[in-house]
């Protein structure tokens, strides 16, 4: 079992760049959530899909989409990066019907230069 | 709405001593749950525990336990024996419980642990 897997891990783009980051899980959990981590404000939720075909904005939607590919696969996408979306993303996945917790993955550094 | 507060952004312990992580809470969620993250230097998400709020009996994990005091808002994090391995961040979080929630997790800001040998 890999878990939550996210590509890439690291990754520096030019302000007006788009790009998407990749997320999947093989635990076959209905719920999946995109975070991101700055300094001193811990995580804040991106977005999130509670089942497979739905999603909802989180705490701070502006300047993403995202994409629930199947149940396995949820996208981040940066349309066009601006430096304050320099952050750790982390990806999480959790089965609420079973489990309370959020299952995250290695996180992905990226850079807005 | 949910927030949760760490007042402590950072923590030192000797090896082998108890260390407690503070965590205070608000929320208009009749259910609601708790949990306890540790990031280690390594930049990962760990779950370490959890705390229903309709539990009767506070949760352990090993040598992690969860002082829960409901009337005060608190959850509390208590680490006994502490190990070197035990120094990274620690991240307490809640989410509501009750029908119509949505499953978000809000997380404090956290609190940097160092273990002193």
């Known amino acids: 079992n890999a878990g939550v897997t996210q590509t890439p891990k690291f990754q520096v783009l030019k302000t007006g760049q788009s790009m998407t980051l990749q997320c999947a899980q093989d635990m076959n959990h209905n719920s999946m959530y995109w975070y991101r981590q700055d300094p001193g404000m811990g995580l804040r939720l991106i977005y999130y899909?509670?089942?497979?075909?739905?999603?909802d904005k989180g705490e701070v939607p502006n300047g993403y989409n995202v994409s629930r590919l199947n149940k396995r696969e949820f996208s981040l996408r940066l349309e066009s990066a601006a430096p304050s979306q320099t952050s750790v993303y982390f990806c999480?996945?959790?089965?609420?019907?079973?489990?309370?917790?959020?299952?995250f993955g290695p996180g992905t550094r990226l850079t807005v230069t | 709405a949910q927030k949760i507060t760490q007042t402590q952004p950072g923590m030192f312990v000797q090896e082998k001593e108890a260390v407690t992580l503070d965590c205070t809470y608000d929320t208009s969620d009749p259910s609601y749950g708790l949990f306890w993250y540790k990031q280690p230097s390594s930049g990962e998400m760990i779950f370490l525990i959890y705390?229903?709020?309709?539990?009767?009996q506070n949760a352990t994990e090993g040598r992690y336990s969860l002082n829960f005091q409901k009337a005060r808002k608190s959850a509390n994090l208590v680490i006994s024996a502490s190990q070197l391995g035990d120094s990274a961040m620690y991240f307490c979080?809640?989410?509501?419980?009750?029908?119509?929630?949505?499953?978000?997790?809000?997380f404090g800001k956290g609190t940097l642990l160092t273990v002193n040998p």
């Open positions: 705390q229903g709020s309709y539990d009767q």
């Open positions: 899909s509670a089942s497979e075909g739905t999603t």
């Open positions: 999480a996945s959790s089965e609420p019907a079973v489990q309370y917790e959020q299952y």
């Open positions: 979080a809640m989410r509501g419980l009750s029908g119509g929630s949505n499953y978000k997790l809000t």
